[in-house]
């Protein structure tokens, strides 16, 4: 390894706030001074496309592409990541194995001319680009007037102010992480408004084999994160999740055991189907990968025509 580890990111405020995040633990993990770690901000295809919600685009893999390349590459050492935009089908080489301590997981939702959803008037509308968001806000309040919302939490947040919407939802990990709590008007409960698989974790991608980067990301794993993750992942992948597919999955780790609750929902929001499982966390993929088979025999194989 160099003198220096490169860390990758993408170069919104959120993303690096992560980098930073990832380095001082390290920092802190191994004794190293912040000379010892370099930030390397990429630019990815996600960052530029603003004009057309990334399901037509081409998905989650448009966050990622670039700076994989240059893990691949070897431009940077590792590479830092929001887990809920991490494809569940990494390149040859690759591999998404150390997460950071979770954040919360709940979204937030930020009103403009109501402190609640329940609040809104009738056709109010709100902004989002997440098709899991969008589906729950209409399985919600299904007058509301849902729009396509790109851009990072700060473009968002200023389209808000523009008044191009009277809300938008956001999650809560990504603006404590920024530092914007105070923009929150409501939480949203996790059994009302579930998160995306992976939500509120950072986790880090490296090279299979690169035994001193593996030795250093190790002392910063935090593995009840890394067992909720397996699982919200297996059950992604296992309903061959991507943007074009509205899913929800959270996994909760105590102790040795850990408990599941999955939703796949019609992008209309009128219809859903839930899942909840429990098992020990050493098995976490597996208990995803169950889950996703009992949710997707429940709803039947003409639910999933309308994805593709």
């Not at 523009?162 to 105070?182: F, M, P």
């Not at 429990?278 to 994805?307: I, Q, S």
């Amino acid at each position: 390894m160099q003198t220096t580890l490169k860390i990758g990111t993408r170069g919104s405020p959120l993303a690096l706030a992560q980098a930073h995040e990832t380095r001082a633990r390290l920092m802190q993990a191994h004794g190293l001074p912040e000379q010892a770690f370099e930030i390397v901000p990429i630019s990815t295809s996600g960052d530029r496309i603003q004009d057309r919600p990334l399901s037509e685009a081409g998905g989650k893999g448009l966050f990622t592409k670039e700076i994989e390349e240059a893990l691949l590459d070897r431009r940077i050492d590792i590479a830092v990541h929001s887990s809920k935009d991490m494809p569940t089908v990494l390149p040859n080489g690759l591999e998404l194995s150390v997460f950071l301590p979770r954040e919360d997981a709940r979204d937030a939702f930020i009103g403009k001319t109501a402190k609640r959803i329940a609040d809104l008037p009738h056709g109010a509308t709100l902004g989002s680009s997440s098709l899991r968001r969008q589906a729950l806000l209409r399985r919600m309040r299904p007058d509301l007037n849902v729009v396509m919302f790109r851009g990072n939490v700060q473009t968002r947040l200023r389209k808000l102010d523009e008044g191009v919407a009277e809300g938008t939802i956001l999650a809560y990990a990504g603006l404590k992480r920024l530092g914007l709590e105070s923009v929150i008007t409501d939480l949203m409960p996790l059994d009302v408004f579930p998160p995306a698989p992976g939500q509120g974790a950072i986790g880090i991608e490296s090279r299979i084999g690169d035994g001193v980067v593996e030795n250093m990301l190790a002392a910063i794993h935090d593995m009840p994160t890394g067992q909720a993750l397996a699982c919200e992942r297996a059950f992604l992948a296992a309903l061959d999740g991507s943007c074009r597919t509205p899913i929800a999955g959270h996994a909760i780790v105590s102790d040795e055991y850990l408990s599941f609750a999955g939703l796949i929902i019609s992008p209309d929001g009128t219809e859903s189907h839930e899942v909840r499982l429990n098992g020990p966390a050493r098995d976490a993929a597996n208990t995803g990968v169950e889950a996703a088979r009992a949710v997707r025999a429940e709803a039947g194989a003409k639910f999933f025509d309308g994805w593709a």
